[in-house]
């Protein structure tokens, strides 16, 4: 933060009615200008580096991956293809792409709707219950954790990702929330037309609202796809004793202990995990910005 | 409140009604009217003209109207009670019980868990775990994401480049960021080990460290700062410029002006930045769980002895880690369900003061 103020301090001066300088103007202005991009660049540096040191790694010899060398000596591109011989991999793939699709389809069946009410729908208690959401949305999930591991035995389904998948049948609170937040944006006066022309409710959220909030509803996707592909806690409650439906982040984390895996496959893996979430980043990323931005909710 | 209101006129017929009574109304239709909507709302139909035109409700068209309402919303409520309200319940009544996984309602123990809770000494030192983390983790988010968010604003060209990157760490999934950290501040070989050696330093053990393995979690949560630093932004940016025109009119310095102007407009976004940083502290799982497991080499499966939960010394033992461990590990569920209930009442204290500002979140629904 100081970094921040330092070199605006030394705008103090200039004549009241000029707005600041901007770019590199003047000499100090020219200062001021390399102080920000400097450590801009050195918050850049952070940022990469980590990233930068996981793909190099992935590409070393075991030996090379322990040792304290920055770069390949040899780079061996075979890693990758032995963490998906040697590690099941392709299992883990399926595994969180089942989880992940399966849930973000599920919420939005149920969550569109509950956030059309919650938005654009009148009624006794709306308050109340849009209250319970955002109550549940911040809940730590291990509060409940005990009872709904017992209630999810009683079906059987512990051992699988079922108890992570189904209940985003009846709604997710998080996905609930933003798609509320986009709703409201929308103007009454659509949703006046519609229901002049005639049309019920679910006509109005179907042709009028979904298109309208599509953007939001690609964000809410998406962070519903990354909380899954992301996800540790769930499949480790429900999943480590049963390894054949575990996903890609409970596995990684549980690869380096478990066969004594070599610093440099567990870094290949981590790769796997990683790129298809900057892919999907990369294709919608202003939409997944806007997401974010209407979860800081301006008072 | 504004809940009575509109169940005081539950038919859908608001257009035609509107179109019909009042005609002086319909320009208010947009943005000013959605802004205090409850109580204008409400003060509409109380008065006597609109009393006089408003027609009756029948009851099958309050049925239909509930019907309607219900197909909506019908399943989120279901799923309220199902995931929310009966395992909060069931915890309450099974903390009060001693039982493992297979003598499922056990035997009654009164307020025994809560008792021997108090004189556990994993519950002190996952406690002040945890309040370490709220103390320390969440104003050095806080200060990273805004620090790189004012950057940001200052930041005339390459903003757009710069802005992607500072965020990129935000999308490494948390595991595979945790492992890079790992490995990255592994002690005398890590990469940040070596280039410290290289100045001179002798690194601390960072992960494998008791003193160190919460700073180094803390340094890992200001890496991946990104979605705290996009709110930020968004607030920075929405801050008039008018605001800064006439304070630098005025000759207000920089620091003046931050102090002055940004942070009174942005305090709400702070405010609710905050409550939302310190709950996610307050379920800190992964990141502790995983950096214990990567940093000691031993398996993290199952649980059982080979569980290596606050590696090393109980240093990273946060509180829902101790949870899981009473719960499942060691098979004591009426005492984990005790401990669940402390971490429902401390929470509910810190969304206290968020849902004070409860009329924020409502704001603009029709």
């Known amino acids: 933060m100081t970094a921040v103020i330092v070199p605006a301090d030394t705008t103090r ?28 660049i050195a918050i850049i ?58 849930a973000t389809g599920f919420m939005l069946i149920s969550s569109v709707p509950a956030a059309y009410a919650l938005s654009k729908l009148k009624w006794r208690g709306r308050n109340f219950v849009f209250l319970v959401v955002i109550c549940m949305m911040l809940l730590p999930p291990q509060i409940t954790t005990v009872p709904l591991y017992l209630w999810w035995a009683n079906f059987h389904l512990t051992g699988t990702l079922w108890p992570l998948i189904l209940p985003n049948l009846l709604g997710d609170a998080f996905s609930i929330f933003l798609l509320r937040q986009f709703m409201v944006t929308i103007p009454d006066e659509y949703l006046d037309a519609a229901r002049v022309d005639g049309a019920g409710e679910w006509r109005t959220l179907l042709r009028v609202i979904i298109p309208m909030a599509r953007p939001g509803i690609a964000a809410t996707s998406m962070f519903m796809f990354f909380y899954c592909w992301n ?31 070599e610093w440099n496959l567990v870094m290949a893996a981590a790769v796997i995990t990683v790129v298809p979430i900057l892919v999907l980043f990369f294709f919608a990323q202003k939409a997944f910005v806007q997401g974010i931005t209407l979860t800081g909710v301006k008072g | 409140m504004s809940a009575t209101d509109a169940s005081a006129r539950p038919g859908p017929p608001r257009p035609r009604r509107r179109a019909s009574q009042s005609p002086g109304q319909p320009q208010g239709q947009g943005s000013p009217r959605s802004q205090g909507s409850p109580s204008a709302d409400g003060a509409g139909p109380v008065s006597p003209t609109g009393r006089a035109v408003r027609r009756r409700p029948s009851w099958r068209r309050t049925l239909r109207r509930y019907l309607t309402v219900g197909s909506f919303i019908g399943p989120a409520l279901l799923g309220i009670a199902i995931f929310l309200i009966f395992p909060l319940g069931t915890a309450l009544e099974s903390s009060m019980h001693k039982f493992g996984i297979l003598d499922a309602p056990g035997t009654w123990y009164g307020l025994g868990n809560y008792r021997y809770l108090l004189h556990d000494p994993f519950v002190h030192t996952a406690a ?51 492992l890079a950290f790992v490995y990255l501040l592994k002690p005398g070989v890590g990469p940040v080990d070596t280039l410290l050696g290289k100045v001179g330093i002798e690194g601390p053990l ?26 930020f932004l968004a607030a920075l940016l929405d801050v008039p410029s008018s605001l800064y025109e006439a304070a630098s009119i005025d000759g207000a310095s920089a620091v003046r002006q931050f ?32 950096a214990a497991a990567a940093a000691s080499g031993a398996a993290t499966v199952g649980g059982g002895a080979a569980s290596n939960f606050g590696y090393p010394q109980e240093s990273t033992l946060t509180y829902p880690l101790y949870i899981y461990q009473t719960g499942f590990p060691q098979n004591l569920l009426g005492y984990a369900n005790a401990l669940a209930i402390v971490l429902f009442v401390v929470t509910c204290a810190v969304l206290a003061v968020l849902l004070r500002r409860f009329r924020s979140f409502t704001e603009g629904a029709s």
């Open chain 1, 231 to 261: 996800d540790y806690y769930g499949p480790y409650l429900y999943t480590s004793e049963n390894r054949s439906n575990w996903t890609l982040s409970f596995a990684l984390a549980s690869f380096h202990g478990l066969h004594n895996v």
């Open chain 1, 13 to 40: 001066e200039p004549a009241p009615a000029k707005p600041r300088p901007s770019g590199p103007v003047g000499r100090e202005g020219l200062l001021v200008f390399v102080a920000r991009h400097a450590i801009a």
């Open chain 2, 206 to 231: 960072w992960f494998n460290s008791p003193s160190w393995s919460k700073p180094s979690l803390v340094l890992l949560a200001m890496w991946s700062i990104g979605n705290t630093m996009v709110i």
């Open chain 2, 259 to 290: 102090r002055h102007v940004t942070l009174p407009t942005i305090s709400p976004v702070l405010l609710f930045t905050t409550v939302i940083n310190i709950i996610a502290t307050l379920c800190l799982f992964t990141e502790a769980a995983v």
């Open chain 1, 45 to 102: 540096v952070c940022a990469l580096a980590p990233v930068l040191f996981i793909v190099l790694t992935s590409f070393m010899s075991p030996q090379q991956s322990l040792s304290n060398h920055y770069w390949p000596t040899t780079w061996h591109f075979g890693n990758y293809v032995d963490v998906f011989r040697k590690l099941d991999m392709g299992r883990y793939l399926l595994n969180t792409l089942l989880y992940a699709i399966l």
């Open chain 2, 128 to 178: 002040w775990n945890t309040l370490w983390f709220c103390l320390i983790m969440v104003p050095a988010q806080l200060v990273t994401g805004l620090g790189s968010a004012l950057l940001l604003t200052k930041m005339r060209s390459a903003s757009s480049l710069y802005r992607t990157i500072f965020f990129l760490p935000a999308l490494v999934p948390t595991v595979a960021g945790v």
